[in-house]
């Protein structure tokens, strides 16, 4: 069984930056695609980027340029670098492994 667990979430003033971790027990993440999720009160959740098992990655369109997902295996440990941070990224973020695997969240607040 895999077990997902996310951190690094927050309270961050606009135009701030957090970085989420993602780690997992019961198995290592370098096999799998690994995604960052996020849904804000009343919306569906949406990706919000997505690494590969090769490193490529994906993004919504609304954090290109300002988040980053890397993955380090060595740490069985995937990240979000979230930079320029903006009121409307208020949510909680899921970390998936596969999109089978997920974590149960942490919330990211960008508030002044």
């Known amino acids: 069984q895999v077990q997902v667990e996310e951190s690094g979430g927050g309270l961050v003033q606009p135009g701030g930056s957090l970085r989420l971790s993602c780690t997992a027990s019961g198995s290592s993440l370098s096999i799998y695609r690994m995604g960052w999720f996020r849904q804000a009160p009343g919306k569906q959740r949406e990706l919000v980027a997505g690494?590969?098992?090769?490193?490529?990655?994906n993004y919504a369109d609304s954090v290109k340029g300002r988040f980053t997902i890397s993955r380090d295996n060595a740490k069985n440990t995937v990240y979000l670098q979230m930079t320029n941070l903006k009121a409307e990224d208020t949510a909680v973020y899921y970390c998936?492994?596969?999109?089978?695997?997920w974590g149960q969240g942490t919330q990211v607040t960008v508030s002044s």
């Open positions: 690494i590969g098992a090769a490193g490529n990655t």
């Open positions: 998936s492994a596969a999109f089978r695997y």
